[in-house]
């Protein structure tokens, strides 16, 4: 009888994390009905309840109490998160050994010295989510270019995931090129864009395979929006424009930048607002109409909220292949957001939503006028970006990339001996 392949993801959390984990997730729950395979998911935090295969990557309570604090010490010595014990903790943990290991988000999650050992014993597939795997530890650089040349002066060195004092950014990236070098890892990018950013960071010259996210097209797709609206006591006669962020001080979203400009349209869209904000994004939004959900865990609710909306406004000034995008086109609205990252990858300006040029948040106001004073237009656009979506972003296209790769790199020895 063949040996099932058994294969260990690892990453931030489960669902409820963020998008990247959200993808961890999903390819682990769409491993479970593959025959010939035993897939974990190893995860630092759960939201939604522990399934079955899901296993605590920081170990029980006593574990996970020095887990935190050997990772505050990392901090306070400008290695975030290097001298954390989880891999020891994994391999007391584990039922049995693995033929190969997938890595998602793992900044704050898994040490960048049990990476390097896991890829000169394993095969190690790392989909690269943000550029932090080739960072001095920053998600996006914005407009630093310095990770391309050894980073250093870090100007975001105290924001998560780094929040240190002393910068190491120089000697971490160092590592990173180190790591990259390892035979056994395998780096995947969901973006063209991103696999491109990797290669130009020097990190190294080998060019990350491009396997796109996916999107549940039956969970995210159009409904009656007359309906939908008297359900979740939403106007109906309104242009309802979709927004969301946890915070105004989040530079790389955008928010603080397109809300100044929304004021000056002269027909006015009601604002759905999804996501954090508090107080500050209360104040930010008075004088608008507009309700605030607060952060959605219950995606069946969230995809609501995706299809009643009229467009969804995303003004991120860097992201990958985000998942928000891909979920608002599956429910037949159309996405205005700028042409950056991987998103003109998703988008198609005129097509099947509207992109305008990085900063340029006039440009967003008018693609917001625009499907305001056109709702025919509007209604195309997201007629056809629920048709991309669902074509192009398949959950069994995303499936079976990954079944190709993880066959392909055991047949031809993956360049790392496993143990």
């Known amino acids: 009888m063949t040996e099932p392949l058994k294969v260990c993801i690892i990453s931030k959390a489960d669902r409820g994390g963020g998008g990247a984990s959200k993808v961890a997730a999903v390819l682990a729950e769409s491993l479970q009905s593959v025959d010939g395979v035993v897939a974990h998911h190893w995860m630092g935090a759960v939201h939604d309840g522990w399934p079955s295969y899901g296993r605590k990557l920081h170990g029980g309570e006593l574990a996970s109490l020095g887990w935190r604090g050997a990772r505050f010490c990392s901090r306070v010595l400008g290695f975030p998160d290097f001298l954390t014990p989880e ?9 049995f050994r693995y033929d190969l290991y997938h890595l998602h988000d793992v900044s ?23 550029c932090s795997p080739f960072t001095g530890g920053c998600l996006y650089p914005l407009d630093c270019t310095r990770y391309a040349k050894g980073c250093g002066r870090c100007p ?7 929040m240190s004092r002393v910068d190491m950014t120089r000697a971490i990236r160092q590592h990173r090129k180190r790591l990259f070098a390892q035979p056994g890892l395998y780096p995947v990018s969901p973006s063209r864009w991103l ?28 409904h009656d929006r007359e309906q939908l609206r008297a359900i979740l006591g939403l106007p109906a006669d309104r242009f309802i424009l979709m927004l969301s962020s946890w915070s105004l001080h989040d530079r790389r979203k955008g928010i603080a ?15 759905l607002l999804t996501g954090g904000g508090g107080t500050e994004m209360r104040d930010a939004l008075r004088g608008f109409d507009y309700a605030a959900t607060g952060y959605i865990r219950d995606e069946p609710l969230l995809a609501l909220h995706y299809a009643c909306a009229d467009a969804f406004l995303f003004p991120s000034r860097a992201d990958n292949l985000p998942n928000a995008v891909l979920e608002s086109m599956a429910c037949g609205t159309p996405v205005i957001t700028y042409r950056t990252g991987g998103i003109p990858e998703m988008v198609t300006h005129g097509e099947d939503g509207w992109l305008a040029e990085p900063g340029d948040a006039q440009g967003l106001i008018a693609g917001v006028s625009t499907m305001i004073g056109d709702i025919r237009l509007c209604r195309a656009l997201g007629q056809a970006a629920r048709a991309r979506a669902v074509t192009e972003f398949s959950p069994a296209a995303f499936l079976q990339s990954h079944l190709r790769l993880y066959s392909a790199l055991l047949r031809d020895g993956s360049g790392a001996q496993r143990r």
């Not at 891999?87 to 039922?95: D, G, P, S, T, V």
């Not at 975001?156 to 780094?162: D, E, F, S, T």
């Open 87 to 95: 891999y020891f903790i994994h391999l007391a943990r584990r039922e």
């Open 108 to 130: 704050a999650t898994l040490s960048p010295l049990a990476i390097l050992w896991l890829a000169s014993h394993y095969p190690v597939v790392w989909t690269l989510h943000d």
């Open 156 to 162: 975001q060195l105290a924001i998560w995931p780094q």
């Open 195 to 222: 696999a491109e950013t990797c290669i130009g960071s020097g990190v190294t010259d080998r060019s990350p395979l491009v396997i796109p996210y996916s999107v549940d097209g039956d969970l995210y797709r159009p």
């Open 257 to 271: 930048d397109v809300l100044p400009v929304l004021r000056e349209l002269d027909s006015k869209a009601f604002l």
